[in-house]
């Protein structure tokens, strides 16, 4: 599938992958080929089931992870929307009253950011056809950087920490943003039954993807726990590690800086 020309950098392959394969991706076996596949074949109902299915939740969620991102500091620099999807983080934070910045958004399936093209200006918001292991940026080039909703997706997390730790300048932030599980028993019980039953069942029909929505709360359960996750970044060179939840430990933040 050639690349727009819209998208810089360079487009990877997409290779098809069964239905089975999404509880062994979910565990890390065949992570990186299934997800790339996954996202490029939902991309054209990606954003109507993000809101649908999160009750439109999910735009309070990025808005709070841009509001710790640090960017007033520094609101003529460059930032880095990580796992950029359809761009709405990165869009989202090309319109944030004082910033005077740009934004490259990076993902690996090149379909679902041409599907972004378009949420803001072109020379405010510019789509990386990129892996997260492997950024196509010199060290040192961000002023900050936010994942929403796709670090869980990455084949290996300690080698996408410190790779995105690489990119950012001295004193930069990255901000992560990913679903979690609730730790109050009546909410999780709640949560689970529409995470696993409901979700799935609504996923499949929108977007008419046999596994993609069976892989997301298989994803979600084998991701760290938010202690756990916060450990990791400290042990990739990140300081000042913080974290908190979000709609009853539905989905959490995490922030570090460099």
């Given at each position: 599938m050639p690349c727009s020309p819209s998208v810089v950098i360079r487009c990877f392959g997409m290779l098809g992958t069964p239905h089975s394969a999404a509880a062994s991706a979910a565990q890390g076996e065949g992570k990186r080929d299934y997800v790339q596949q996954m996202f490029s074949d939902i991309a054209p109902r990606y954003d109507l089931l993000n809101h649908v299915l999160s009750l439109n939740i999910d735009r309070r969620w990025r808005r709070r992870a841009l509001a710790l991102l640090g960017w007033t500091?520094?609101?003529?620099?460059?930032?880095?929307?990580?796992?950029?999807?359809?761009l709405d983080v990165g869009a989202m934070l090309t319109r944030q009253d004082g910033f005077d910045g740009r934004v490259i958004g990076a993902d690996f399936a090149v379909p679902m950011l041409r599907h972004g093209i378009g949420k803001a200006p072109a020379d405010r918001l510019a789509p990386v056809g990129a892996d997260a292991l492997q950024l196509p940026f010199a060290d040192d080039t961000f002023d900050g950087a936010v994942v929403a909703?796709?670090?869980?997706?990455?084949?290996?997390?300690?080698?996408c920490l410190k790779e995105v730790r690489r990119?950012?300048?001295?004193?930069a932030r990255f901000v992560i943003l990913e679903f979690s599980t609730p730790?109050?028993?009546?909410?999780?019980?709640?949560?689970?039954?529409?995470?696993?039953?409901?979700?799935?069942?609504?996923?499949?029909?929108?977007?008419?993807?046999?596994?993609?929505?069976?892989?997301?709360?298989?994803?979600?359960a084998h991701f760290p726990t938010e202690t756990a996750l916060a450990d990791r970044m400290r042990a990739a060179g990140y300081n000042a590690v913080q974290w908190e939840r979000l709609s009853l430990g539905i989905a959490a933040i995490h922030t570090g800086t460099v």
């Open positions: 500091g520094r609101p003529q620099g460059t930032y880095l929307d990580l796992c950029a999807g359809t909703f796709g670090i869980r997706n990455v084949a290996d997390l300690d080698a990119v950012l300048t001295p004193g730790r109050i028993a009546v909410v999780r019980m709640a949560y689970q039954f529409y995470f696993h039953r409901i979700l799935p069942l609504i996923g499949r029909l929108v977007s008419g993807h046999g596994s993609a929505y069976t892989y997301l709360p298989l994803s979600v």
